[in-house]
């Protein structure tokens, strides 16, 4: 974990999958959502990370970052809760 004064940025708990998106595409390394990162702006507190493309040329891709999305939607999700 990395931590400054305006950020925290948490290291991706999903490296066997990484491993796997990998050895699917080693072009989709542009993609990986390696990080989820909350940071201070104007006030507000926000959390953030990178979805994957569903939508490239390689089916196996695509099936694994729709379902790598949802794992990401949920931990952001789960950060925000009040």
Same mark, same amino acid.
């Given at each position: 974990?990395?931590?400054? $004064? *305006?950020?925290l940025i948490l290291p $991706?708990?999903?490296?066997?999958l990484e491993h796997r998106?990998?050895?699917?595409?080693? =072009?989709? &390394?542009? %993609?990986? /959502?390696?990080?989820?990162?909350?940071? *201070? %702006?104007?006030?507000? @507190?926000? #959390?953030?990370? =990178?979805?994957? /493309?569903?939508? @490239?040329?390689?089916? *196996?891709?695509?099936? %694994?970052? *729709?379902?790598?999305?949802?794992?990401?939607?949920?931990? #952001?999700? %789960?950060? &925000?809760?009040?």
């Amino acid at each position: 974990m990395t931590t400054t $004064s *305006e950020y925290l940025i948490l290291p $991706s708990q999903y490296q066997k999958l990484e491993h796997r998106v990998l050895l699917m595409s080693p =072009h989709a &390394v542009r %993609f990986m /959502p390696c990080n989820i990162v909350t940071y *201070e %702006f104007n006030g507000k @507190t926000i #959390v953030r990370t =990178h979805l994957m /493309p569903t939508d @490239t040329d390689n089916p *196996e891709l695509n099936a %694994f970052a *729709e379902k790598m999305n949802i794992m990401l939607k949920d931990i #952001v999700d %789960f950060a &925000v809760e009040e």
